[in-house]
């Protein structure tokens, strides 16, 4: 008889994010599409309006089980940190081309990495370390920086992805406790309720286009929050840190089947980069367990 074998946690934490980054690549495509004089904090939202009518099938069926929580400071933070978060990234992705936007996301996973480490403990080894710098150099070449100004989509970018990073560890922390479902409704609530005042002054009629592009945003939003939550309950922050690189990767391939981008030599070279730095991390990750387990 063959035994049947199935992917460890971190493995099944690293696909869980290469999916929360595919969707990711997508949402953040969309708001590109989206008419450029709508306010930032009137496109979030409505963006987290649709995330919280999107989860409330699964809120109904057992509202409680879902708001039982003894964390509320931390979601509170949580959730004043993604707001944050999403104000700057949107900021960015709207006033840069989307490859440079994405670009610039990939320094998330150096803050992501840090803040694990200090605050979380996590052990982060040499060979750990050079695949992250590996893949950030990846995305270096690929934006190739001589050309850059230090313009405010740049530092919006920065902040962004500081803000997410601490969001990400304070979502660590809660998800020992609270479930993925839990976080998500806590987090769609504070942020409709957030965006709701501060959108207010600029609230208008918007198009049947733009409404059904923020729906879409709103399913893909809670989409990727659900997989990337899910994906820290398998694994380490650290470790899935430097799977944000892929989503250089589906950058590009979106811009060449949708706006019919030829990546040049640079981009295939930093794909390459990226690729093989996320590759020997998962590696050695399912190798090294394959050898523990093998050994008991």
């Known amino acids: 008889m063959h035994r049947k074998t199935t992917l460890s946690l971190p493995i099944q934490g690293a696909l869980l994010a290469t999916i929360s980054a595919l969707l990711m690549s997508i949402l953040m495509s969309i708001a590109k599409k989206l ?37 509320y400071p931390l979601h509170g933070i949580r959730i004043m940190l993604s707001a944050s978060a999403m104000l700057c990234t949107y900021y960015t ?20 990495t840090v803040l694990a480490v200090i605050i979380l403990k996590d052990s982060v080894d040499r060979i750990k370390w050079l695949c992250i710098l590996v893949g950030y150099l990846g995305a270096l070449c690929i934006i190739q920086p001589r050309s850059l100004i230090l313009e405010m989509g740049i530092i919006t970018a920065l902040l962004a992805n500081f803000f997410a990073g601490c969001s990400t560890i304070v979502a660590k922390i809660l998800s020992k406790q609270d479930s993925s479902l839990t976080i998500i409704i806590y987090t769609n609530l504070g942020l409709t309720t957030i965006f709701g005042c501060l959108s207010y002054p600029h609230w208008q009629l918007l198009s049947g286009r733009d409404m059904l592009l923020l729906a879409s945003s709103g399913a893909l939003g809670l989409s990727t929050h659900y997989c990337y939550l899910a994906a820290l309950k398998k694994a380490s922050p650290s470790f899935l840190a430097p799977f944000e690189y892929t989503r250089l990767l589906f950058a590009f391939l979106i811009g060449f089947i949708l706006f019919h981008e030829i ?23 399912s190798h090294g367990r394959s050898r523990s387990s093998s050994n008991t």
């Open 35 to 71: 008419t450029p004089d709508i306010p930032t904090s009137l496109i979030v939202f409505i963006r987290s309006l649709f995330g919280l009518l999107f989860s409330l099938p699964f809120f109904i069926k057992n509202p409680k089980k879902v708001l039982n929580s003894d964390q």
């Open 93 to 112: 992705y709207r006033h840069l081309p989307l490859t440079l936007a994405t670009s610039l996301g990939m320094t998330g996973a150096l803050f992501t």
């Open 263 to 285: 990546p040049n030599f640079y981009t295939i070279l930093g794909s390459m980069m990226i690729v093989g730095a996320t590759y020997v991390i998962t590696w050695r990750d």
